[in-house]
Every structure is written in structure tokens, then in C-alpha cells.
């Protein structure tokens, strides 16, 4: 008998970390490029909330500290931290008003993304997950 192993069977480990699983730091910050690039071409009121620098372009400064936090956040180097202290999502994103469309649009950017760096497999089922999680987690504005 095969056992049919789906995304959701992904549960990691100290070992076997979705950061690993992408490829580790590089392959990290190019999928967060990859995420800003998507979100300026076809999620413009996403990317107007964002710092921009210069104008239509999201900021060096917004890539590189999401970068670093979600290397830390997938169980690669700890910078984030060290650098910033405990993320604190729900209190950095509240300048932002966060409703069902943000939440969407971020998670298609993200989606994309994904598709264009070929994560895949179970590391993907399980991405997809959190990020739902995390991205409706941070709303902050009515349905
Ligand atoms: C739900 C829709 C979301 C919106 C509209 C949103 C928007 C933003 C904005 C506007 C910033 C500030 C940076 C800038 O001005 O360029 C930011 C920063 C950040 N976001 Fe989000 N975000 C969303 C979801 C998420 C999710 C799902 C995560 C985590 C998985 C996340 C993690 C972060 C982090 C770590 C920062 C940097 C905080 C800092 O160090 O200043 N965001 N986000």
C-alpha cells in the first residue's frame, strides 16, 4: 500500500524547517521580491499602503525587514529578532487598515509568488495555510 501524502501532512520539525525546505536565506529574500514585484504589478491598493521608494516601487526597507522576518518566522536565523525585538504583527500593521480586501490581495501576491519561485508540495500546503492564518489573524477593520 502507498500511503497518498498531501500538503497537510507537513508538520515541521527543528530538523526539517519550511526555511530548509525553500532553500534557506536566499531563496527566502527572492521569494519576498518576488511577492513586492507581484504586488506593485497587480495588487495596487495593496502596494499604496506600503512605503514606496521611489514611487510604485515598495521600499528596500519594507523588503528587507519582511525578508528577514520570515526567514526568522520559518525556522532559519533569528536577525529579525535580534535586530527587532518580538515582531509584534498585529501592532506594526496597525496604521494600516486591514480588511477582507487587503487580507486577499496580500494573500494573492503571496500565492503568485509561490507559483513563480515553484514552492510546491507539502511545504506549500502548509504555507498556504499559515499564511491564511496569520494574514486574516491581522485584520483589524468590520467585514
Ligand atoms: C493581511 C494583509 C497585510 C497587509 C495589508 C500588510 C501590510 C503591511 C505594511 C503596510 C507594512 C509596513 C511596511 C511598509 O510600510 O512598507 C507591513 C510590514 C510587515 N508585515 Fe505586513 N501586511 C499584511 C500581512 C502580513 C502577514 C500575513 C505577515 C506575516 C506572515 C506580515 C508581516 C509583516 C512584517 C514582519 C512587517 C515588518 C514589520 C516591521 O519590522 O516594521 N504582514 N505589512
Redesign the pocket.
Known amino acids: 500500500m502507498t500511503t497518498l501524502r498531501t500538503g497537510g501532512e507537513y508538520t515541521p520539525t527543528a530538523e526539517d524547517t519550511p526555511w530548509h525546505r525553500l532553500g534557506g536565506s536566499e531563496a527566502v529574500q527572492a521569494l519576498v521580491e518576488a511577492f513586492y514585484d507581484d504586488m506593485e504589478v497587480h495588487e495596487p491598493p495593496?502596494a499604496a499602503?506600503?512605503?514606496q521608494d521611489p514611487p510604485g516601487k515598495?521600499?528596500r526597507r519594507?523588503r528587507e525587514?519582511?525578508g528577514l522576518?520570515?526567514i526568522g518566522?520559518l525556522g532559519g536565523p533569528q536577525d529579525y529578532t535580534e535586530q527587532?525585538g518580538h515582531?509584534r504583527?498585529r501592532m506594526?500593521?496597525n496604521r494600516?487598515p486591514?480588511g477582507v480586501e487587503?487580507?486577499d490581495a496580500?494573500l494573492r501576491s503571496m500565492g503568485r509568488a509561490m507559483d513563480a519561485r515553484g514552492v510546491s508540495g507539502a511545504v506549500r500546503g502548509y504555507l498556504d495555510t499559515r499564511?491564511a492564518e496569520?494574514?486574516d489573524f491581522?485584520?483589524n477593520v468590520p467585514p
Request: glycine fraction near 0%.
Open positions: 495593496l499602503v506600503h512605503q515598495v521600499s519594507s525587514r519582511f522576518f520570515l518566522w527587532h515582531p504583527l506594526r500593521h494600516v486591514v487587503l487580507r496580500w499564511f496569520v494574514a491581522l485584520r
